[in-house]
């Protein structure tokens, strides 16, 4: 059974790098919002996934309570800080950088798990570590070769990287199940929190009037919502299904569904950040079609990667919510023939009905179970 492990101020403020990398992978849409750089934005965050959440993964079995530890975790924090200031132009000058930045990232990553007491965890970072240098060394190669090399390159690191836990014996790490889903429900609401700060970017300079106030709400209506489909009393149900699992089936699960699906879920976030960023000082106009996408698009991504996140948990098939993210899409030409504002608003009412619909199929189903209960009491 798990103890009560939770995450530190020191991984909190570690979690405030991920907030500068998501608003650095934002500015590359926004720079180029286009479908080269919708590549540019999943591959990096692909591989910028792998190994932030590897380091999720570290501090879940080497808690960060010495100091050498601690020093370790600043020296990933420097590396992760470079790694973001580079991602703006990172295909067409700064790759090198990336790539150089991405390769102490995962050496600091190896040494800091190497610590650990656990025999079995030194023994899975061992037969894991020499993937991660491999695509390191792909990021860097890629870096240094610039143009379609790079966009290969970086395409292998990316999938050498995900196909790794099928290759690797991952069963043999160990997962405190608080700890962990604390600390990814973290990340994602960070995430999330960049919506909201696209939104105040993006009415910069602008006067503050009723239109703006309006999209401005609506935005944040919008992010209100993407929160209530990943939190509202999930996380203690995902903790709960985590915990269950035996413990050498938990490794397995936590990477599928922390891992594999959190990655649309992150990809989602940043195409509805990008969108609002766009939408904000232009409101009662049509969008083009990059953020008339991003936003669409977004949301439905977001959805899907939520709703195998739960199935992998058993936290209910998201049928509706599967549902919604196909409608999303359909949000997509109120964008472009009608106005931002109207789009942002149809993706609210469609996220708070399937919410409101999920809520009540959910009540539905238990009340027959309690009254069921009652009567075999009697």
Sequence with gaps: MDDEQRVTTLELFFDLVFVFTITQLTSVLVLHPNWRGFAQVALML?????????????????RPDRTDRRLALFAGMAAFLVLALSIPHAFT?????????????????????????????????????????VSAALLLAGGIAGGTAQYVLWTAAFLFEWVTPRLTEVSDFEINSAHFVERHGLVVIVAIGESVVAIGIGA?????????????????????????????GEETRAEQALAAAPPRRRPRMAVDAFGYWHLPILLGIISI?????????????DLDLAPALGLGGGVAVFLLGDVFFRRTLGLGSGRLRAAAAVLALATIPIGLAGVAFAQIAALVALLAGALVLEAQASSSLYRPRVRSAIESHE
């Design 46 to 62: 692909g591989v910028i996934w792998w190994m932030y959440d590897g380091y999720a993964w570290l501090t879940n079995s080497v």
């Design 93 to 133: 000058g700064t790759g090198l950088t990336f790539g150089l930045a991405y390769l102490a990232i995962v050496l600091v990553h190896t040494g800091l798990f190497a610590r650990s007491t656990s025999a079995t965890v030194v023994q899975a970072i061992t037969e894991l570590a020499p993937f991660n240098l």
């Design 204 to 232: 910069a300079g602008l006067p503050v009037n009723a239109e703006l106030v309006a999209v401005a709400i609506i935005g944040l209506m919008l992010s209100a919502c993407l929160w209530w489909v990943y939190f509202a």
């Design 273 to 285: 950040a990008f969108a609002l960023k766009k939408a904000t000082g232009h409101g009662f106009d």
